[in-house]
């Protein structure tokens, strides 16, 4: 059988779906210095950054998009800041929204809730009632700095090191996106992590989006490329504690913690 990649030319995340590990693979090669020695690891952490939330009311698109923008405007500042740091080519993303689904770059939406286009540079965000009934935890703050986590991996070389790669079948297919995915997921938690204290947030909202996490990740469970939800939550975490991109290298990491 010829198996296709999943994500061909761009990245589908959502706070991320789930998936039951199949695939015992060791982990991507030294030799794909990309992807396991990037620059991009070696600028030590994201520095303290101010991010001032905006209110969003339940079930009203205006106002998250107004949120979100100003998400994205302190992922740039923080981004850019350490890029120019490690010595790496920024650029800024830009950001889109939906109210219901539609093809976008090239392929069916499928049940995201966020999309990653890569050549673009570009992700979508759907905003129906699965996310407005209750925007006040931190779940639509996570969503952008995951895609953003994709764009990360874009302008550092990761997306198209990965798009690249080889696969025997699957199996190995499947862990590759899982390492993308879960990836994404842990430079999300290094911005949350750089911009905590500025945030007006307790550690119980923190608690509550590893919680939605792992619960996003276990209710689908056969969708197998990115990850269980205690894997999920659990980069999610270390990106925060560590606040460093290093501590978010998934392509050497072992198979299980990426199941």
């Known amino acids: 059988m010829r198996f296709t990649r999943f994500l061909a030319g761009f990245a589908v995340a959502c706070l991320p779906w789930s998936g039951t590990a199949v695939a015992q693979a060791a982990p991507v090669s030294a030799d794909d210095r990309v992807l396991t020695a990037n620059r991009l690891y070696r600028g030590g952490e994201l520095q303290p950054g ?60 499928g049940a995201a809730q966020a999309t990653y286009c890569h050549q673009e540079r570009r992700f979508l965000i759907l905003l129906n009632r699965n996310v407005l009934d209750d925007p006040s935890d931190l779940y639509l703050f996570g969503l952008a700095a995951h895609e953003f986590g994709h764009h990360v991996q874009n302008l550092s070389g990761i997306m198209d090191a990965y798009l690249r790669k080889p696969y025997r079948d699957r199996r190995e297919l499947l862990e590759q996106s899982r390492r993308i995915e879960l990836q994404a997921e842990c430079l999300a ?50 990106g925060f504690l560590a606040r460093s991109p290093q501590a978010c290298n998934t392509w050497t990491a072992p198979a299980s913690k990426v199941a």
């Not at 740039?76 to 650029?91: I, N, V």
């Not at 993303?93 to 976008?104: A, C, D, H, Q, V």
């Not at 911009?195 to 792992?214: A, C, F, G, N, Y």
């Open 50 to 109: 101010r991010c001032v939330e905006r209110g969003v009311r339940p079930n009203h698109v205006p106002s998250a998009k107004r949120y979100l923008t100003g998400v994205l405007n302190c992922l740039h500042q923080s981004w850019g800041a350490y890029f120019e740091r490690a010595g790496l080519p920024f650029a800024k993303s830009r950001i889109g929204f939906i109210t219901k689904p539609r093809r976008y770059c090239g392929h069916p939406w």
């Open 189 to 238: 938690g290094v911005f949350i992590g750089s911009v905590w204290d500025s945030l007006d947030r307790t550690p119980e909202d923190w608690e509550r989006l590893l919680e939605i996490t792992r619960m996003s990740g276990d209710e689908h469970r056969k969708v197998r490329h990115h990850g269980k939800g205690r894997n999920i939550a659990a980069w999610l975490k270390k």
